[in-house]
């Protein structure tokens, strides 16, 4: 009896050690890179989605490779990661572990990483609808023929994704499809709410639970309920002065309702008094917001985005990397100062600076204008690669670096939280404009002529 006893506790201790080393091996919720010859990359920052938080990481990187823990976030790790001066988004789902391969012509991704896969894939095919240069009509035409093509892709693959891998897809490409056309209508100047070309909103399910969880998906939010709100109400509806009550009606989705209202008013107490502030997290309150998006709320303070108020000093540009060594802040004195807070990764950045080049030749011999570009791009190197690259180094034109972190000191005072973001600065180094003309406006050059 003794000799089965022991026998059966090998067993048992066999079995466990087994067991263990098996759990070492699939340990979940990692991201594995590694590159071959070498190849330099780095992430920058994660954002653990589904909540306000925007994470700063550093990957560690030995011997060209890294791994980064992801098990506590418990949500769709959303990441930026650059690799050969190439900017490229991934998702970790929650409790899964997957390497992703840098080599000099892009990712290889594991054979059953379906979502980075379809992602990657993505962003090559939406590159081309952004750079098209055909008619509006067939801009659209294009553009849903593309989304249907690619819902029909992603129902080969449901299968063999989750159910929040798929929704989370769904979202990308319903918010992707959307934002382009809401940006077209801001280049074709379709301004009328009422317009049949804003009908296509009908279709778009912002309530699918994952739509906040690509972070490009705010503003898609935001332009949807402008025009909701325009056909409801006949008024216009301002992100500065928000109607929560509006927004929890037409967001039936409560985790989406909460997280829009929740970033909305995080952008706004800035700008407001600590009265005003108590008085915006008690609607928020009321309007059964999330708590966790309310705790948010009552940590952003109130009253620091002086740079927004017309008439306040300009200060900070001087703390920012210039791309020229030579660049002082006395350069700017008495000259009118037309500020663009870009990022390569911005669409619509790169959309207005595309117009801004065109009427260039017409404006770069104003003596008393200076236009500084300050760039949000997520490291020094991608921001310089561009400047060479498309030579936007020119005459007038002063190229500054802040980096992707909206928590410098420069980027509070002017209350920069999306992009892009302009304004003005007039002869007396004080803010002057913090809503000017754009760059994609016809009378953008009679504006600057006439400073």
Known sequence: MKKILIFISIITIGIIILSCSNLKSKKKGFIHFYSDNNQTFSITKFNNIGTLDIVKKKLFVKNTEGILDTNKQGKFVQMFLMAN??????????????????????????EKDYL?????????????????????????????????????????????????EYNLLRAIIDGKMAHIKF???????????????????????????????????????????????????????????????????????????????????????????????EILIEEMRINNVFEKYIEHAKTVKAGTSLGKKVGNKAKYIETLISYNKDFSIDMLKDKIVYVDNWATWCGACL????????????????????FVFVSFDRNEEIWRNYIKKHNFNKKNIIHLFNSEDMDTKYAKYYGIRSLPYAYIIDKNHKVANTKPVTFEEASFISFIKNK
């Open 183 to 277: 940006m077209l209508a801001d280049t074709y100047k379709i301004k009328d709410y009422n317009n049949k070309y804003f009908d296509f909103i009908k279709t778009l399910n912002i309530n699918n639970n994952q739509f906040m969880n690509f972070t490009d998906n705010v503003n898609v939010i935001h332009d949807y309920l402008k025009v909701r709100y325009f056909r409801r109400f006949n008024k216009n509806f301002y992100k500065s002065d928000p109607d929560i009550i509006f927004i929890n009606q037409e967001l039936n989705s409560k985790e989406v309702a909460s997280a829009f209202t929740g970033l909305i008013v995080s952008d706004l107490i800035p700008d407001v008094s600590k009265e005003e502030k």
């Open 85 to 110: 001066n190439k900017n490229y988004i991934l998702f970790a789902p929650p409790r899964k572990t997957i390497d992703i391969k840098i080599t000099k012509s892009g990712l290889e991704f594991d």
């Open 116 to 164: 980075n896969k379809f992602i990657h894939n993505f962003t090559l095919e939406i590159n081309t609808l952004f750079s098209s240069r055909k008619k509006l009509d067939k801009r659209i035409e294009d553009i849903n023929l593309a989304k249907k093509d690619l819902i029909t892709k992603l129902d080969k693959i449901k299968k063999k994704l989750s159910q929040k």
């Open 351 to 370: 959309h207005g600076i595309k117009y801004f080049n065109k009427k260039y030749s017409k404006i770069k011999d104003q003596k008393d204008v200076v």
